[in-house]
């Protein structure tokens, strides 16, 4: 990928399982590999996380892989043929029984939804695509008509207003997908339907000893009202715009997922913006303009990365359809900086932040700057980077791998393989001779660095106006 940039996430599936698939997603520009545990047993998942291990070992590359949780999701069973057709005014039941469905009614994972609904509620199958509306509950059995004709597949999706449901926030499926995800060695977890902070805490809570990054997934109502606690306690956020466009009016998402991409940036958390970014992609070659636009508007908004679902994971054109989002993202970032949203004020009290904020200002400012580089033991200062968006890239230089790979959601950076630095000197002469190692830049050119001094011994608090092969000290 290309930085100063978005990220790229691509969804493993069926149509991205081998070894060069995988390959060509890396190169066409993909930072970040997710899998998805609603999908696909335990030997999917774990092949797919080490075909991606396999491929960055032969890239020498740290890309990230992502483990998305299935959440308090409720899905239909198996069907009897697929895709079905539902027409309108016909009889649906929902039943938890197992029985294959057919026209007449499908069966659920939820055995507890008859007794969260009632009549005149809407429920919806497959993202939106079916509505029904509730006519009557039999023990059960959900009595339902559709109002909204259309097809729906196996393991759909079926959607109740959040709120209403008495599914638990972290249910055992969860646990059992968390426990194989930590064993597999990911680096960053989805949690799907979060309806508050203390979600995210519960989830933290069953990590153990290994506390990986939390992507909160914002898909309900609770969870974009309460929005601002929820980043507080998040590593990240996605605007999942599939299950967000059924809990909330369509016409009001575009707003939100702008409220939400500027909520993330006060916030200092990278926001992932996902659900039909390039749909028609995974039966075309070439995206729809409407679809160019969305993912353009999403970059110029100040998402941290794109994610292609359904795109690479059964799609036709997986490889095709990660290089037009790369293409689509560099040009808005190119030629799209007059209409990037504003950067948020400085309201920095941690020194680090605001030592990023000015490493930024200072590189926007003075053309000759090429690059902003730091050394991380955790991310942290990178992070910070990040969030303040300057007009070049960011070349983080990390010891930890998982720190690399944690580091590669976010904007702009590049995360380097680096040794732990005697002091503050040695610090300043690794990022010099790194930079030019990696072609980040050459002798003579000017770069920003950002430090601590002492080095072991403070937090983030020096900048630095470096000339590349100067000397140190």
């Not at 939804?113 to 009557?136: F, N, Q, S, T, Y």
């Not at 519960?202 to 980043?231: C, F, S, W």
């Not at 680096?418 to 010099?432: F, Q, S």
Request: aromatic share 2%.
């Amino acid at each position: 990928m290309i930085v100063p940039g978005a990220k790229l996430v691509c969804t493993l599936g069926p149509a991205t399982e081998s070894g060069d698939r995988v390959r060509a997603l890396a190169e066409a520009g993909c930072d970040v590999f997710r899998v998805n545990f609603s999908h696909g047993g335990p030997k999917d998942h774990a092949t797919r996380v080490q075909v991606v291990r396999s491929i960055c070992d032969d890239l020498g590359s740290d890309l990230a892989v992502m483990a998305d949780l299935p959440g308090p999701k409720i899905r239909l069973g198996d069907l009897v043929t697929e895709p079905l057709a539902l027409s309108a005014g016909s009889r649906f039941v929902l039943r938890p029984d197992g029985r294959a469905g057919d026209a007449g009614g499908a069966s659920i994972t939820y055995a507890g939804l008859a007794r969260d609904v009632g009549p005149g509620d809407r429920i919806l199958l497959a993202d939106g695509a079916v509505e029904l509306i509730v006519r009557d509950v039999d023990g059960d059995e959900v009595v339902t008509e559709v109002v909204r004709p259309g097809s729906i597949r196996a393991r759909a999706g079926v959607n109740v207003p959040a709120e209403r449901l008495g599914l638990p926030a972290i249910t055992d499926r969860d646990k059992e997908a968390l426990a194989a995800a930590l064993d597999l060695g990911v680096d960053l977890v989805a949690q799907s339907f979060v309806r508050s902070a203390a979600d995210l805490a519960g989830l933290r809570a069953l990590m153990g000893a290994r506390v990986l990054p939390i992507v909160a997934k914002i898909e309900t109502r609770p969870a974009v009202e309460d929005i601002d606690k929820v980043l507080e306690e998040a590593d990240a956020v996605m605007v999942a715009r599939g299950d967000l466009g059924v809990e909330l009016p369509m016409e009001e998402i575009p707003v939100v997922q702008k409220e939400i991409l500027l909520a993330a940036r006060r916030a200092a958390r990278p926001a992932i913006v996902a659900t039909q970014m390039l749909e028609s992609m995974t039966h075309a070659p070439r995206p729809t303009r409407a679809e160019a636009t969305d993912v353009a508007n999403a970059v110029l908004d100040g998402a941290d990365a794109i994610m292609l679902s359904a795109e690479t994971a059964i799609g036709e054109f997986p490889v095709e359809a990660a290089a037009a989002a790369v293409r689509i993202a560099e040009v808005a970032e190119e030629r799209g900086s007059p209409f990037r949203a504003a950067r948020p004020a400085c309201t920095h009290a941690d020194e680090g932040a605001a030592a990023a904020h000015a490493a930024s200002q200072i590189a926007g400012d003075d053309p000759d700057v090429v690059a902003v580089s730091c050394f991380t033991r955790t991310g942290r200062t990178a992070a910070f980077l990040s969030s303040e968006r300057p007009p070049v890239p960011i070349y983080a230089f990390a010891p930890d791998p998982a720190v690399r790979r944690a580091l590669a959601i976010r904007w702009g950076v590049r995360a380097l393989p680096a040794a732990v630095p005697d002091d503050t000197d040695d610090m300043i002469a690794l990022m010099d001779e790194g930079l030019r190692a990696a072609g980040a830049a050459t002798d003579g050119q000017l770069v920003v660095l950002v430090a601590a001094s002492p080095f072991g011994r403070a937090h983030t608090n020096m900048i630095k106006i470096h000339r590349l092969g100067s000397p140190v000290g």
